[in-house]
């Protein structure tokens, strides 16, 4: 499937954003232009609809990773990468209680029981009535890499279907990863489509914190990947070393 080609290739990937954005974004590789800017009314663009009619594809095949990750973004996540998003922004079994919120928690004790349900049942079964409510307790648990949806169903009305990330990713999500490893790994699938990156795009695009965006981009200047130019500003050291496709997969001239 070219969606999950594209995002193996690029690593990590927005679905809806355009080229007002920094990062990859399904939609400008669909779109095939640098230029990509969603219109006002994305409900009547072609382009906008099959973007996301590939996302729903990729949720329900399972191979890529998809979820509402930090700061609220949505996000494709090559099964390569998992590990590194995971050692950031996990949580492990033993801290729940101490970082979760009850709702969060509420939700995930009947995730582990049933494995599956869709989001009306899941709501009645945790005793989160209120939308809000379950919808923070629900993006709590897609940040820490706990929760995802593994379908979407549009009749007779629309809903998600939620499971557990560790049922449909279990290597990767048990495959531990060193901290500073996965910022540096991060960074550097950031820069190889970006071929150089500005101050705070890193953490931008990627929900990082600033202090840990720069750990990643120092360590490439380390590695001898990147060099840099100024505060916050870094390229790749030898540009000619990334794959044309992926630079030109980044930038949207291919769909």
């Not at 307790?137 to 593994?150: R, Y």
């Amino acid at each position: 499937m070219d969606a999950e080609r594209f995002v193996e290739q690029v690593g990590f990937s927005a679905c809806l954003t355009d080229a007002r954005r920094p990062g990859p974004s399904l939609y400008v590789a669909v779109c095939g232009r640098r230029d990509a800017v969603l219109p006002r009314h994305v409900q009547h663009d072609p382009e906008a609809s099959l973007a996301w009619q590939l996302k729903d594809q990729v949720v329900r095949r399972g191979n890529v990773y998809y979820a509402k990750l930090a700061r609220g973004k949505a996000m494709f996540i090559a099964p390569r990468m998992i590990p590194s998003f995971r050692s950031v922004w996990g949580i492990r079994k033993t801290e729940e209680t101490r970082r979760l919120s009850a709702e969060a928690r509420a939700i995930l004790r009947v995730l582990r029981r049933e494995w599956e349900m869709g989001t009306a049942d899941l709501r009645d079964e945790s005793g989160l009535s209120d939308r809000r409510t379950f919808s923070r307790g629900m993006d709590e648990l897609q940040a820490a890499l706990l929760v995802v949806p593994s379908d979407v169903v549009y009749e007779p009305k629309f809903t998600y279907i939620w499971t557990l990330a560790v049922g449909r990713f279990p290597d990767a999500l048990t495959r531990r990863v060193k901290r500073e490893t996965a910022l540096r790994e991060i960074a550097r699938c950031f820069l190889a489509g970006a071929g150089q990156t500005t101050r705070g795009e890193l953490a931008r695009v990627t929900g990082l914190s600033r202090p840990d965006a720069g750990r990643g981009n120092r360590a490439l200047v380390e590695d001898g990947f990147a060099v840099m130019l100024g505060p916050g500003v870094y390229r790749l050291a030898q540009p000619d070393s990334v794959p044309a496709a992926l630079r030109a997969e980044h930038e949207g001239e291919h769909d």
